[in-house]
């Protein structure tokens, strides 16, 4: 059974890092490029970040360039979201997907960016 959990999510202030994990389950991560999504409620599920089965980043929002970048470890079957200088807009649930949310969606990992 294919599954998604993302975990490393949290509190932090204005300015701060987080990582954030993907794991998959049933899948292999590494055959497909991956998305990182967020959502905040009241909103359509938005795409941050497309990264290419060669880990190659094809696309990034606007909002995140220069301060978000992915990576994976295949080995572990894992993509990663590396996120600095972060901001009180960038506050959301994360998700990871296939670039074009091919799979069932994981229950997101919450980060909150707040003073």
């Known amino acids: 059974q294919l599954q998604l959990v993302e975990s490393g999510g949290g509190l932090v202030q204005p300015g701060g890092s987080l990582r954030l994990s993907c794991v998959a389950s049933?899948?292999?991560?590494?055959?497909?490029?991956i998305g990182w999504f967020r959502q905040v409620p009241g909103k359509e599920r938005e795409v941050v970040l497309c990264?290419?089965?060669?880990?190659?980043?094809?696309y990034y929002a606007d909002s995140v360039k220069g301060r978000f970048a992915a990576s994976r470890d295949n080995a572990k079957n894992t993509v990663f979201l590396q996120m600095n200088n972060l901001k009180p807009e960038d506050t959301a649930v994360y998700y990871c997907?296939?670039?074009?949310?091919?799979?069932?969606w994981g229950q997101g990992t919450q980060v909150t960016v707040t003073s």
């Open positions: 049933g899948t292999t991560l590494d055959a497909y490029a």
């Open positions: 997907n296939t670039e074009v949310g091919l799979w069932p």
């Open positions: 990264m290419s089965k060669d880990d190659d980043t094809i």
